[in-house]
């Protein structure tokens, strides 16, 4: 096993595992009773826990969807897979950033076969509304920055 897959497989388990336990700690608390709940755990001023499920993605896009959403997104993660595996060199690259943009995804998706929908808890309201979202979500963005990052720092040392 390389190193690069090593890491990865290290820093994905890592990942799922926090986001996975911080999901289900909200809904420890939080005990809902239904997929459309909408439930304060904390309100505060600019940043509030507020645990609910989406049934789709980004925004609620795609609600409409229904089942059908955890199956799409499980064969884009197998297309994502399957292009890592033949761009060997793509991944020894970016390999971090695609284990946190693979770990959130993934964990999502687990959300939608656990719970009927993504666990969403992290709700801001300052100055506008914000979709609700979670660690899975910021983890992808942190993975999608870092990979934009590091192929902007590869194409200006060429």
Same mark, same amino acid.
């Given at each position: 096993?390389?190193?690069?897959?090593?890491?990865?497989?290290? +820093?994905?388990?890592?990942?799922?595992?926090? %986001?996975?336990?911080?999901?289900?700690?909200?809904?420890?608390?939080?005990?809902?009773?239904?997929?459309? #709940?909408?439930? *304060?755990?904390? %309100?505060?001023?600019?940043?509030?826990?507020?645990? $609910?499920?989406?049934?789709?993605?980004?925004?609620?896009?795609?609600?409409?969807?229904?089942? !059908?959403?955890?199956? *799409?997104?499980?064969?884009?993660?197998?297309?994502?897979?399957?292009?890592?595996?033949?761009?060997?060199?793509?991944?020894?690259?970016?390999?971090?950033?695609?284990?946190?943009?693979?770990?959130?995804?993934?964990?999502?998706?687990?959300?939608? /076969?656990?719970?009927?929908? $993504?666990?969403?808890?992290?709700? !801001?309201?300052?100055?506008? %509304?914000?979709? $609700?979202?979670?660690?899975? #979500?910021?983890? *992808?963005?942190?993975?999608?920055?870092? /990979? *934009? +990052?590091?192929?902007?720092?590869?194409?200006?040392?060429?």
């Amino acid at each position: 096993m390389t190193k690069e897959i090593r890491y990865f497989a290290i +820093l994905f388990t890592i990942l799922l595992i926090v %986001d996975q336990s911080i999901k289900y700690a909200m809904i420890a608390i939080a005990q809902p009773t239904s997929l459309s #709940d909408f439930i *304060i755990i904390a %309100d505060m001023p600019i940043i509030s826990i507020a645990l $609910v499920f989406n049934t789709g993605v980004a925004f609620s896009f795609f609600t409409e969807l229904g089942e !059908w959403l955890k199956y *799409i997104q499980l064969i884009l993660i197998a297309i994502i897979i399957g292009i890592l595996y033949t761009q060997k060199q793509l991944f020894k690259n970016h390999y971090i950033a695609f284990a946190f943009m693979l770990a959130g995804g993934t964990s999502n998706i687990l959300d939608r /076969f656990l719970h009927g929908g $993504v666990v969403d808890y992290i709700y !801001w309201h300052y100055g506008f %509304d914000f979709p $609700v979202f979670n660690f899975a #979500d910021i983890i *992808i963005d942190c993975g999608i920055g870092l /990979f *934009i +990052l590091q192929t902007l720092l590869t194409n200006k040392k060429k």
